[in-house]
């Protein structure tokens, strides 16, 4: 995937399988993780675009030194080039777009939506949102209640700590607006697993069908 002034970023684009396109999925890793690794957004990759989707498997940023105080900072300055970039490319393709984020990338993901430095999403599924330090994790709270796009949230009993942390918290901020586009759901099958894997995106299938794509 190409941007400007940058290295080609790696990227995987996969069309729709089915003669309905659904629509286009951005598919988006924790931090660090290369989009060849066999872990959920390669399955995803390949499950959704079997059911309709055109998928688009970014490659997230390195791992960030969280022992320097701008990592997250930083982390998004990098993040925010490569969802732009990869923007630009769905909109050229049929259908709306679902932006799928994982770990850091999702809380980073959805603190670019709320600071406005990327257009609203059509819809966002989070899986086990996190920023590894406290008050700044503490702030993921704070967007579940200012959303105001189609939200997907998984959780698992094997998320991280920084992550369990506010998993009751992000429900209670989210449905304060009495809204019918949330939607959290626990993953209680511990990756990888082919069904979980399977679980997961008739999950995120079946959200897409209730909002009516």
């Given at each position: 995937m190409q941007i400007s002034g940058q290295s080609p970023v790696p990227a995987l684009l996969r069309y729709s399988e089915e003669v309905r396109t659904v629509g286009n999925a951005v598919l988006i890793p924790e931090a660090g993780k290369q989009v060849v690794s066999p872990y959920q957004m390669m399955y995803l990759r390949r499950s959704l675009a079997a059911l309709g989707w055109?998928?688009?498997?970014?490659?997230?940023?390195?791992?960030?030194?969280?022992?320097?105080?701008?990592?997250?900072?930083?982390?998004?300055?990098?993040?925010?080039?490569?969802?732009?970039?990869?923007?630009?490319?769905?909109?050229?393709?049929?259908?709306?777009?679902l932006i799928v984020a994982e770990g850091l990338s999702a809380s980073t993901t959805m603190k670019l939506f709320a600071d406005g430095e990327l257009p609203q999403p059509e819809a966002l599924v989070l899986l086990s949102p996190y920023v590894p330090e406290v008050a700044q994790n503490q702030e993921i709270i704070g967007w579940f209640g200012q959303s105001q796009y189609p939200l997907l949230d998984f959780y698992t009993p094997f998320d991280n700590?920084?992550?369990?942390?506010?998993?009751?918290?992000r429900a209670v901020a989210a449905r304060k607006q009495v809204r019918l586009d949330f939607r959290q759901v626990n993953l209680a099958v511990q990756p990888p697993n082919d069904s979980g894997q399977r679980w997961l995106t008739r999950q995120i299938h079946g959200w897409i069908d209730h909002l009516g794509w």
């Open positions: 055109n998928t688009l498997l970014i490659e997230p940023p390195s791992w960030p030194d969280t022992q320097d105080s701008k990592f997250w900072l930083n982390y998004r300055l990098e993040l925010v080039t490569r969802l732009k970039a990869a923007l630009e490319l769905t909109a050229g393709l049929k259908g709306r777009t700590r920084w992550a369990q942390s506010t998993v009751e918290q």
